[in-house]
T-cell receptor, first 114, second 111 residues
Framework: ETGVTQTPRHLVMGMTNKKSLKCEQH?????MYWYKQSAKKPLELMFV???????ENNSVPSRFSPECPNSSHLFLHLHTLQPEDSALYLC?????????????FGEGSWLTVV | EDKVVQSPLSLVVHEGDTVTLNCSYE??????LLWYKQEKKAPTFLFML????IEKKSGRLSSILDKKELFSILNITATQTGDSAVYLC???????????FGSGTQLTVLP
């Protein structure tokens, strides 16, 4: 139990489907993140929300659409994905930092695009 | 562009051995360096280092940061098969919302 919960844990979707990944944090943090972990690549930061406002968007294709309705919940909406989008998607949270912060990760959602 | 480089990329040892994993970085406005252990699921936090020369220890694991030479090491003594994992080094910089990861060191501990 990490304090950051992601659902679903596994998702298989076709390229024409629309699905969403959900993340909930129970740590009282006010910053949330989506990361992508592909095989044999460093972890890639996708989006950062601080106080429910998107503050980072690292050149992520528009087929990924984040939503942060409140400081405890974060969604990643997926549509018309490509097979190369298959990866582990990690949600994380932290206390909005000035100075070194510790980021806590969820267990990830394994996405396979067929 | 911020950069974090880990070495070696992979390492195979036998139980009982001691290993040293390396992480060097080039970032603008360094804030902290973090070590994570990643098995089949999400990374789990090990250490956060912000000051040079102060060793952090947790059981058989220890880590130290050198802010002058821009690197950190993670030591694992008396390794066990359960230590087999990818060890990730990450650096926070700027506003500290930015977290840059290295590509990890794959450690395999054989019985």
């Amino acid at each position: 139990e990490t304090g950051v919960t992601q659902t679903p844990r596994h998702l298989v979707m076709g390229m024409t489907n629309k699905k969403s990944l959900k993340c909930e944090q129970h740590l009282g943090h006010n910053a949330m993140y989506w990361y992508k972990q592909s095989a044999k690549k460093p972890l890639e930061l996708m989006f950062v929300y601080s106080l429910e406002e998107r503050v980072e968007n690292n050149s992520v294709p528009s087929r990924f659409s984040p939503e942060c309705p409140n400081s405890s919940h974060l969604f990643l909406h997926l549509h018309t994905l490509q097979p190369e989008d298959s990866a582990l998607y990690l949600c994380a949270s932290s206390q909005d930092p000035q100075g070194g912060n510790t980021i806590y990760f969820g267990e990830g959602s394994w996405l396979t695009v067929v | 562009e911020d950069k974090v480089v880990q070495s070696p990329l992979s390492l195979v040892v036998h139980e009982g051995d001691t290993v040293t994993l390396n992480c060097s970085y080039e970032v603008t406005n360094f804030r902290s360096l973090l070590w994570y252990k990643q098995e089949k699921k999400a990374p789990t936090f090990l250490f956060m280092l912000t000051s040079s020369g102060i060793e952090k220890k947790s059981g058989r694991l220890s880590s130290i940061l050198d802010k002058k030479e821009l690197f950190s090491i993670l030591n694992i003594t008396a390794t066990q098969t359960g230590d087999s994992a990818v060890y990730l080094c990450a650096v926070t910089s700027g506003s500290a919302r930015q977290l840059t990861f290295g590509s990890g060191t794959q450690l395999t501990v054989l019985p």
